[in-house]
Every structure is written in structure tokens, then in C-alpha cells.
């Protein structure tokens, strides 16, 4: 009888087998951060005061600015830049 490791010794997938996972921290971005704050849905748009709804109540315009749904108001985002640093992300 030969002597044959390979019935003992299940094949390699590749490179994955190889690789050591480590938990790594959760990390959670600044948007999240303002997003599921209690601040975010409280802010109001300074021309109409509707609540902004940031999920589905703004339209970016550029990269600093975004409209309110409700009366078209083109809104710096220095008004959530202010929101985060109540927050104390920024």
C-alpha cells in the first residue's frame, strides 16, 4: 500500500487560505455620524422652516450647496458644518 497524504490533507483554495483576518474597529464616517444624529433631523430650512430631510428632502447642487425641497432655498452646507461641530465631529 502507498503512502498518500493527499486523502488526509484537504487542497488549498488559493491565496485567501493564506490570509490572517483580524477584527478590525468599526469605523463609522462623518456622514453617518451627522445622519443618525438627532441633530440632523432637526434642522430647518432658514426661508420656510420645513425640517430638511437629508435622506430624501435636499437636491445637491455642488459641492457646498443644496436646495430644500419644500421652497427651492439654495442652502450653504455651512449650515451642517455647524450642525457638526455641535456635534463635535468637525
Request: glycine share 6%; with cysteine.
Amino acid at each position: 500500500m502507498k503512502d498518500d497524504c493527499r486523502e488526509l490533507t484537504p487542497p488549498r483554495s488559493g491565496v485567501e487560505d493564506l490570509i490572517v483576518k483580524e477584527p478590525s474597529p468599526r469605523f463609522t464616517s462623518i456622514t453617518r455620524s451627522f445622519l443618525s444624529s438627532t441633530t440632523s433631523k432637526e434642522l430647518k430650512c432658514p426661508r420656510c422652516g420645513s425640517l430638511l430631510n437629508f435622506a430624501n428632502g435636499v437636491e445637491w447642487i455642488g459641492p457646498d450647496s443644496f436646495t430644500c425641497k419644500s421652497c427651492a432655498q439654495l442652502i450653504n452646507i455651512a449650515l451642517i458644518q455647524r450642525a457638526l461641530r455641535e456635534l463635535g465631529v468637525a
